[in-house]
């Protein structure tokens, strides 16, 4: 399916202006204090939080567990962030574009800058690790994923998968890599260490159309959660499987997802700006708490507690808000709290390993989705604002999936 992009960024402002004033604002107790585009989140196993920044300048925003304000900023050498991504023994990856020049930087765990680079398309790029250290980019301009070995120097491979690749999750458990093909409508498996992908899941209505799958997570036991923005639901896969298993119901464009040591399952939704809670085995959402506008990556942390971004729609009205694991239990059964605090050790989740070895939930670079009724709703993250604008005047070749 093809948009114009000039109207889809029109429409999208407009969603978007309505849908903050008609929102109310996330709780305060919990907000990290940022001033940029943060669009990007990565927690470590210490519960240090990595806050990529698309504004000016760029770089990444390092956030102690438990603080409201950066410790620090480690530098990307001006050049904006699109993607971040952790190795299992502390490296931090970040994707950075500057005009048609494209880089994996990798900062080794605790360093102040970034130590080296790898030369990648030219794109936005969203960013996964293995367990192993294998680090996957996908290429929406060119329908790939490109394969970085542990510890490599260059592109190892590069891998076809479907059109419109928008986010990566890999398996702790064996290293399989699943890719949404946002534009396809499909789910694309990479065993680790394959030079192709060795099957691929429809995500495609009954009309034949795609169900706009973007987020994706895997869980402990291998199961992988897809956030299916047309669809309103979460696709459940079981490990080895070759199509979907189950689906769970989430209203509001379902955008991004992440899953805790537990198997609970969090998902932003755009529309509805809300964080719902999916715990272990259910069929169905147990509940919500609101959002800032524009929700959309996640990360779970050591401690229970999750973080959502919002970029915003303009440089520096951004918000990172944390929501503690008291909160989140609250919801799971039911109730909506009035406000999220920092976070507790009350029924803590733990992160699960993918939180620490990779980017948690999905891109801030969503498509267009319909939703139901008489009239199109089209979906996307309020940075596509920013990102198109930047990109158009930076020349950046537009890929035929548009994803990026």
């Known amino acids: 399916m093809k948009y114009s992009w000039a109207t889809f960024t029109a429409v999208l402002g407009t969603i978007l202006c309505l849908g903050a004033a008609a929102a109310g604002a996330a709780p305060d107790e919990g907000t990290i204090d940022v001033y940029g585009t943060p669009v990007r989140v990565a927690i470590a196993a210490d519960g ?67 130590e080296r680079t790898i030369p990648i398309s030219p794109g936005l790029h969203a960013l996964a690790a293995g367990p192993d250290g294998t680090v996957y980019v996908a290429n929406p301009a060119g329908n790939t994923v490109s394969v970085i070995a542990p510890n490599g120097t260059a592109v190892d491979r590069t891998i076809a998968v479907g059109a419109g690749p928008a986010e990566i999750a890999v398996t702790t458990k064996d290293g399989t890599a699943f890719v949404t093909n946002q534009t396809a409508g499909s789910v694309s498996v990479i065993p680790a260490g394959a030079d192709a992908v060795s099957k691929t899941i ?15 997570a895997a869980g402990p036991d291998g199961t992988v959660y897809v956030a299916n923005i047309a669809s309103n639901d979460i696709a459940v ?73 919002s970029p ?84 950046l070749a537009a890929g035929t999936s548009r994803a990026d």
């Open 48 to 114: 240090t939080a990595y806050l990529g920044n698309y504004g000016q300048g760029g770089g990444i925003f390092v956030v102690p567990s438990g603080a409201t304000t950066p410790s620090r900023t480690i530098s990307t050498g001006g050049h904006v962030t699109t993607g971040l991504a952790l190795g299992p023994d502390g490296t931090l990856y970040v994707a950075t574009a500057e005009g048609d020049q494209s880089a994996l930087g990798v900062i080794p765990a605790g360093a102040a800058n970034v």
């Open 202 to 216: 429809e995500l495609v209505s009954d009309t034949g159309t795609s169900e706009q799958p973007h987020g994706i």
């Open 237 to 309: 896969i079981k490990p080895g499987a070759d199509a979907v298993a189950d689906r769970i119901y989430v209203e509001g464009g379902p955008q991004d997802v992440a899953v805790a040591r537990d198997g609970s399952v969090y998902v932003t939704s755009l529309l509805t700006q809300k964080l719902s809670v999916i715990r272990p085995h259910a069929k169905e959402a147990g509940g919500s708490i609101p959002t800032d506008a524009g929700p959309g990556h996640l990360a779970v942390a050591p401690d229970g507690s999750v973080i959502v971004i």
């Open 312 to 395: 915003g729609t303009s440089p520096g009205d951004g918000a990172v808000v944390r929501y503690s694991a008291a909160a989140l239990v609250a919801a799971s059964q039911g109730s909506t709290p009035a406000a999220s605090g920092a976070p507790t050790a009350a029924a803590p989740a733990e992160t699960a390993p993918e939180a620490a070895a990779q980017p948690s939930g999905g891109s801030w670079n969503a498509l267009p989705a319909v939703a139901g009724g008489v009239a199109a709703v089209v979906v996307g993250v309020a940075v596509w604002i920013l990102v198109n604008g930047r990109r158009r005047k930076a020349g």
